[in-house]
């Protein structure tokens, strides 16, 4: 007797955890359709993505029950935590590249004329910069930060 | 980490005398072999670093799953709602983190989190670009995530 309750509660959990994770999925490709611009639709595959897959991985071991599943879905997890994020980075500065453009209401950019498109370096704004290397820059080119500032200003003056 | 492996070897020593070849037996060994390496060698300097990390690392994977769960309901608000009030942004966060690996691992934590997500990080290794999804208030936003870095930083050292 106790048996069949035990059975039914797997079941009803390996059900629950599936529907939930097929729900973050189904949540994921609707951000990829619905979100204004590029960056913001990483937002939503990354996170919603992996705590999908994540969550149908967690039903599988239940359902399965056995170490050799339930060690390969916990691999499987953190292995898609670790990438998603990757490929959300790599797409993002894809995009940069090319030009995509962003949302028209975007509040502030600080990326923005940070990237260098020749040898594809990236800058730090000069208020973070290193001490020591900001004092020796501002000898032989004083041109350098000065140049980067009011790229950096632009978007704060459009914001209001 | 001299601590874990002391630590494994303890859990396989229980593993073998009690012929529980399984992953719960593993884990009992696990716990065991932690409480008896925190009550005897919790003076000994070489130890004491890794005692006082196991339970931080319990608590900073709860605090994550947390973060995970929580970032999801709100782009699943934010899916299913209108995309009016949104304010998007990308900020410039300093870096306390050095290695490639810390880097690496917060820059992967960030992207799990609510509302953020890591673009790239600057050549000099300064400064980690994040765009946020509601930026009311850059410097509100740029300590949340040192709050988040400090607490990845304090596990890793």
């Known amino acids: 007797m106790t048996t069949d309750y035990v059975t039914f509660g797997l079941e009803l959990a390996t059900a629950v955890f599936m529907l939930v994770g097929a729900l973050f999925m189904l949540l994921a490709g609707l951000g990829a359709l619905r979100m204004p611009d590029l960056l913001m639709r990483m937002h939503a595959t990354t996170k919603a993505g992996a705590l999908g897959s994540g969550v149908i991985m967690v039903a599988v071991a239940i359902h399965f029950g056995e170490a050799g599943v339930t060690t390969r879905a916990v691999a499987i997890t953190l292995f898609i935590m670790l990438t998603s994020p990757v490929a959300a980075h790599v797409i993002a500065r894809a995009g940069y590249f090319t030009g995509t453009p962003m949302w028209s209401r975007i509040v502030r950019d600080e990326l923005k004329g940070k990237y260098d498109r020749d040898n594809h370096t990236l800058d730090t704004p000069p208020r973070y910069k290193l001490k020591a290397t900001a004092d020796e820059s501002t000898a032989p080119a004083p041109d350098a930060p000065s140049e980067s500032q009011p790229e950096k200003q632009k978007p704060d003056d459009s914001t209001p | ?157």
């Open chain 2, 1 to 157: 980490m001299n601590g874990l492996t002391w630590n494994i070897m303890l859990a396989l020593i229980w593993v073998g005398m009690t012929g529980n070849f399984t992953g719960s037996g593993m884990a009992i060994g696990f716990l065991l072999g932690y409480l008896l390496l925190g009550v005897t060698l919790r003076d000994v300097p070489r130890f004491s670093g890794y005692i006082r990390k196991v339970p931080r690392v319990v608590r900073f994977v709860f605090f994550f799953l947390r973060e995970l769960v929580v970032s999801n309901l709100r782009v699943a608000y934010d899916v299913l709602t209108p995309t009016d009030y949104m304010r998007p942004g990308v900020i410039a966060v300093p870096l306390d983190a050095h290695t490639d690996g810390e880097i690496t691992l917060l820059a992967n934590m960030i992207s799990l989190t609510p509302g953020s997500l890591s673009l790239d990080v600057s050549t000099d290794r300064r400064v980690l670009y994040v765009h946020m999804m509601y930026l009311d208030d850059p410097e509100q936003a740029r300590e949340q995530i040192k709050y988040f870095e400090s607490r990845l930083l304090e596990l890793l050292r």
